[in-house]
C-alpha cells in the first residue's frame, strides 16, 4: 500500500507546453505539501495545503497552481513550462502542523 | 532566514567503520528538526524527529542527537544498505505560519565491504 503516491513518476514535454502533476495520500492526514528537488539535490517547499486550504505560498512563478479537490488530494498545474521547471517535484503529506512529513517517490520533470 | 548547512557533502566508510553525520541550523524558534534518508530515485524516507536540545533518537544503528546550533547523525558499524543521502530540516515559526520545513543539502553516505 502506497502512502503517498504521485502520478506520472517521468514527464518529458517541450517548452511552452501546460502539464499537470497528481498527488494522492492514503494516510488521512490533513496537510498536503509540494517541494522542488534542482539538480543539486536541494528541496525547496513550494506550497502546502491545510485542510484544502492554503496556508504556505513561497516564491514561486504564478505559472505553478496547486489545487486540492479533498484532503486526500493535492495536484500541481504549471503552464507555459520553462527549462529552469526541469527538476524533480515531490508530493509530501503530514498529520498536524509539526508531525513529520512523508513523502511521495516524485515526478522527474525534463523540459525540451 | 533560517538556514541548515549539513557536512560532511559526502563520506565514504568501510563496513563498520562508526562515523558522525552534521547539522548545524540557525532558526528563529526551533519548533523541531527532522532527520530523512534518501535513496536514489526515491523520495525521502523520514527516520526521526527531535525538538529539544538534549534529546536523542536511535533506531538500529542511527542515533540522532541535538544541540542549540546543531544536531548530529551518528552511525554504529555501519552496513552497505546504510549507503544514502541523508537529509536535516528544520521547522521554526509558529503554528499559524504552517508547517515549513528548511532543508539542508544533505550527506551522500558509502558505506562498502
Known amino acids: 500500500d502506497t502512502a503517498v503516491s504521485q502520478t506520472p513518476k517521468y514527464l518529458v514535454t517541450q517548452m511552452g507546453n501546460d502539464k499537470s502533476i497528481k498527488c494522492e495520500q492514503n494516510?488521512?492526514?490533513?496537510?498536503m505539501y509540494w517541494y522542488k528537488q534542482d539538480s543539486k539535490k536541494f528541496l525547496k517547499i513550494m506550497f502546502s495545503?491545510?485542510?484544502?486550504?492554503?496556508?504556505i505560498n513561497e516564491t514561486v512563478p504564478n505559472r505553478f497552481s496547486p489545487k486540492s479537490p479533498d484532503k486526500a488530494h493535492l495536484n500541481l498545474h504549471i503552464n507555459s513550462l520553462e527549462l529552469g521547471d526541469s527538476a524533480v517535484y515531490f508530493c509530501?503529506?503530514?498529520?498536524?502542523?509539526?508531525?513529520?512529513?512523508?513523502f511521495g517517490d516524485g515526478t522527474r520533470l525534463s523540459i525540451l | 532566514e533560517d538556514q541548515v548547512t549539513q557536512s560532511p557533502e559526502a563520506l565514504r566508510l568501510q563496513e563498520g567503520e562508526s562515523s558522525s553525520l552534521n547539522c548545524s541550523y540557525t532558526?528563529?524558534?526551533?519548533?523541531?528538526l527532522f532527520w530523512y534518508r534518501q535513496d536514489p530515485g526515491k523520495g525521502p524516507e523520514f527516520l526521526f524527529t527531535?525538538?529539544?536540545a538534549g534529546e536523542e533518537k536511535e533506531k538500529e544503528r542511527l542515533k540522532a542527537t541535538l544541540t542549540k546550533k546543531e544536531s548530529f547523525l551518528h552511525i554504529t558499524a555501519p552496513k552497505p544498505e546504510d549507503s544514502a543521502t541523508y537529509l536535516c530540516?528544520?521547522?521554526?515559526?509558529?503554528?499559524?505560519?504552517?508547517?515549513?520545513?528548511?532543508f539542508g543539502t544533505g550527506t551522500q553516505l558509502k558505506v562498502e565491504l
Open positions: 509530501a503529506s503530514s498529520q498536524g502542523w509539526n508531525q513529520p512529513q512523508h
Open positions: 494516510l488521512g492526514h490533513d496537510t
Open positions: 495545503y491545510n485542510n484544502k486550504e492554503l496556508i
Open positions: 532558526v528563529s524558534g526551533l519548533r523541531g
Open positions: 527531535l525538538y529539544s
Open positions: 530540516a528544520v521547522q521554526a515559526g509558529s503554528a499559524g505560519g504552517g508547517n515549513k520545513l528548511t
